[in-house]
């Protein structure tokens, strides 16, 4: 992008990044802007005011309270309820949702065992674990992205556009989905591991660059193996934990990885390719040894796929203005350098996603976030190349200034889960999108223990109610280490249980086939079970019974 209002993208003939009057250029295709000063030695350089770290720290100031609220949304439960398994047995932990005896499960990853050593250390159970999580997500995630983009262009200015881009530049509806770090979902999903595993990419992504040299304005790491072997080493241990924390979100890490390498293969030499292959020997036996799960084992859920077929359904109401910015700026930044990593790894994961589309395997859709974050970059780089007093009268940077203060509002519902919706005016609670939190189950411990088992019915109390340590009869998620059919069965004796032709006989041998002691349902859900060995004990505020089985 030129600093002439005429022109909306930079054409091929340009220099990569003129910003300024004395901006230099940058080595294998990254990004020009301002030249940074030298980088502060010592505790002046951590204390350093950037205008990425105010504005890190404007977000953190809304993000942070945001995970100490944590609303009740999603995946909570299925988290929670692993680090619960994990901390009453490190060793043989028993099945997440449902009572079976441990038999490993991918949901015990790197991230859920951090967890539990997190619970044990505090004593706080895993639903309060899961705030602390949450506020380490978000440095990692505001950290990293910062870290990347500095890795991409020395432009002070690209990281704050960035940060905007990655939270805001997303489509006229939100979806929430976890990997999808739209300011909304990134909200609801600040304690998932796929918040996590994106920060813990942005950082290794950034680590890759410095690694290969490829930091514009930055001199290399020292060439030291005293340097480099322990950064390898750090960088094999964080991929193998987001290649186990969130699979989808560690493919697009490999990918950008790859991505990045791809362009400076000719630089790489014999003692370089050696360092990689440590990294990837740290990869190789962390993921073979985890004893939780064994990715050998992991096989394509029809069941998975199904549940992700919507991903594909919606792109331009989801992503519309990334696609809107990203692909012309990703077209100028092939024009000027073929092997640029923000489009290399945009093509890359571009694939994966059209593999899913085409293959019918729907669950590689969780890879849409690869693509559209690489769109974001690439919008927010070219972006940031035009100076601030120009974007008024730049088309691009004028379109992305209104996408950015639209998108602002798309996600604004996001304030509703700190300040209640009655302090607002009417007309902005009547048309901003929000997902109401879910109400929690803690009135039920006060009859219930950890282990209990309890037949239930609905998607709140199936998701929810192992957050607190219960079991339900049927899973509130599909668990590839279970086979299907043992959940098709639960699923199904649970539905008979709560049907109206169901004789008590029948419903007491179910109880006693599963081992549970209590059952709790909405009336909309199911009948609710009469007579002698059924005692409702209390009602929730939301009108959910809780009933006791009594034993013969």
Not at 2 to 16: G, R
Not at 166 to 182: A, I, M, T
Not at 484 to 507: G, H, I, M, P, S
């Amino acid at each position: 992008m030129t600093d002439t209002a005429a022109s909306s993208l930079p054409t091929p003939e340009t220099s990569p990044d003129p910003v300024r009057p004395g901006s230099g250029s940058s080595p294998l295709g990254s990004e020009d802007g301002s030249r940074a000063p030298k980088s502060a030695r010592g505790l002046r350089g951590l204390f350093r005011i950037t205008p990425y770290r105010v504005t890190g720290l404007l977000f953190l100031l809304f993000l942070v309270p945001m995970a100490a609220r944590l609303p009740w949304s999603g995946d909570i439960g299925q988290h929670a309820s692993t680090i619960w398994r994990l901390r009453e047995n490190l060793s043989h932990p028993t099945s997440p949702m449902i009572d079976l005896p441990g038999d490993g499960s991918p949901y015990f990853s790197p991230y859920q065992l951090f967890g539990a050593l997190v619970s044990l250390a505090t004593g706080l159970v895993p639903l309060k674990t899961l705030h602390l999580l949450a506020v380490m997500n978000v440095v990692l995630v505001i950290t990293g992205l910062g870290a990347l983009v500095r890795a991409l262009t020395p432009n002070r200015w690209a990281p704050v556009v960035a940060l905007f881009s990655y939270f805001f530049l997303w489509g006229v509806d939100v979806s929430v989905w976890s990997g999808y770090e739209s300011f909304v979902s990134f909200s609801l999903g600040l304690s998932y591991p796929s918040a996590f595993g994106a920060g813990v990419m942005f950082w290794i992504w950034a680590l890759t660059l410095r690694l290969l040299g490829r930091v514009p304005d930055r001199a290399p790491l020292s060439d030291s193996l005293l340097v480099r072997i322990p950064l390898h080493l750090l960088l094999g241990v964080a991929l193998f934990s987001v290649l186990l924390s969130h699979p989808f979100t560690g493919i697009v890490l490999c990918m950008g990885m790859a991505g990045i390498m791809i362009g400076s293969l000719r630089v790489i030499v014999l003692r370089d390719w050696l360092l990689w292959a440590l990294s990837a020997a740290v990869v190789t036996v962390g993921v073979l040894a985890w004893p939780y799960w064994s990715v050998l084992e992991l096989k394509q859920s029809a069941a998975l796929d199904d549940m992700h077929r919507g991903l594909y359904n919606h792109p331009l109401n989801w992503f519309g203005f990334a696609l809107l910015l990203g692909l012309p700026a990703m077209v100028a930044r092939f024009r000027r350098n073929r092997l640029d990593p923000v489009v290399l790894t945009f093509a890359l994961v571009g694939a994966t996603v059209a593999y899913g589309w085409f293959s019918g395997h729907y669950s590689w859709g969780r890879a849409y976030p690869g693509v559209i974050v690489m769109l974001q970059l690439a919008a927010a780089l070219e972006a940031a190349r035009v100076p601030w007093r120009q974007w008024t009268r730049n088309y691009f940077t004028g379109i992305m200034a209104i996408c950015l203060v639209f998108g602002m509002w798309v996600q604004s519902g996001v304030m509703f889960y700190l300040v209640p919706k009655n302090h607002f005016p009417k007309g902005v609670v009547e048309n901003v999108q929000a997902w109401n939190p879910w109400p929690g189950y803690t009135w039920a411990g006060k009859y219930l223990k950890y282990g209990d088992v309890v037949m239930a019915t609905g998607e709140r109390p199936l998701v929810q109610l192992p957050a607190y340590g219960y079991y339900t009869v049927e899973a509130g998620y599909p668990d590839p280490a279970i086979d299907q059919a043992v959940l098709d069965q639960r699923k199904k004796d649970t539905d008979e249980f709560f049907a109206k032709n169901t004789t008590n006989t029948r419903k007491t041998e179910l109880l006693r086939q599963y081992h549970a002691d209590w059952v709790m349902l909405l009336p909309k859900d199911g009948e609710v079970p009469t007579g002698p060995e059924f005692q409702v004990v209390t009602k929730s505020p939301q009108g959910e019974y809780l009933i006791k089985v009594s034993k013969p």
